[in-house]
């Protein structure tokens, strides 16, 4: 496997300022304390903490991130305007992202302005980032949708002027994953000394498939954020992106995941977005098994139907009784409960477990199986 050093991968989470984002998200400083620590822990490089020039408040909050002396470089988002990173300045962080509307739906339909007028907030703004010392992210909003000239254009301006990397953000998550390889590729070609960043956006599903494609591109900074929390659909989930830069591209990028279900269950509840079960990598029931050829083929040698191990992300394999079940998984389930069935009672006492899940529209509970063997034996 590739090591994230050979690559030089470096994970930006972004939950605590995309992630906040999101419509009706509002952590407290304990809960962004928690979380940043838990970000460090687990071995993130970046993690983009606020918005200063939002004021006081979350100054404070930034700087009491600041105060954590975490290893993991804190970098705060800022308008391509003098006075919000003056507010960065002020908490005591060391790098800055610089956010510029660099497609022409955006400059014309938000900004009111022209190219011109972007490309000279660029040089006003990083200048005065770079005069004060900062590592310095230019970020393209809506990129996905501009010219793919004039984002090219400045990213040169913006890497003659000393700016350390370059954000292309699908900010609408409209981009496929090939389309993302192929912009990202051109780019690189067009720009090679100037590092890539991709914040990609899920509005159709593919934030995770886009940050990878972006990366096989050749990007070396991905945003992402636990669970995928984030703007409307979200953003790309740190432990999707993880696991599939390990899992699908055999490249490690260098982070203990094994406290991936904690950092999701924690971020759940300081967003009161709850993780559905169902969620990739980190959801209860991610490697739950009912059907009757998978529960036979995970006890025979759980690589059948585990692509990876749960306990690489804090899970925990799980085997499911229902109406899908099978009678090897029955006959596991009931042996940890000390009971074996004679064979003739156990094909009898399937039909009866499959019958009761199809009326309870659920899995049945070891409760649920004694009641049912208790029925059987009085019946009997
Ligand atoms: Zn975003």
Known sequence: ??????RGIVIDDTTLRDGEQTAGVVFSLEEKQAIARLLDAVGVQEIECGIPAMGQEEQAAVRALVDLGLNARLI????AVVSDIRASLATGVTAVDISLSVSDIHIVHKLRKDRAYVLEQLKVALGFAKEHGLYVSVGGEDASRADLDFVAELMAT?????ADRFRFCDTLGLLDPFTTFDKISALRARVPDLDLEVHTHNDLGMATANAIAGIRAGARFVNTTVNGLGERAGNAALEEVVMALKHACGIDPGVDTRRFVELSRLVGQASCRPVP????VVGERAFAHEAGLHAD???KHPGNYEGFDPAEVGLERQFVIGKHSGSHALRHR?????????????????????CRSQDLKRPLSDGDLLELLAEKFDAA
Do not use: C, H, P
């Not at 079960?277 to 990739?280: I, L, N, Q, S, V």
């Not at 009931?334 to 499959?354: P, S, Y």
């Open 1 to 6: 496997m590739v090591t994230s050093e050979d």
């Open 76 to 79: 705060t988002w800022n308008r």
């Open 158 to 162: 913006a890497r003659s002027l000393g």
């Open 277 to 280: 079960e169902w969620k990739a």
């Open 297 to 299: 083929g995970v006890l």
């Open 334 to 354: 009931l042996a940890a409960l000390d009971i074996v069935l004679a064979q003739g009672d156990e094909q009898r006492f399937m039909a009866r477990v499959r």
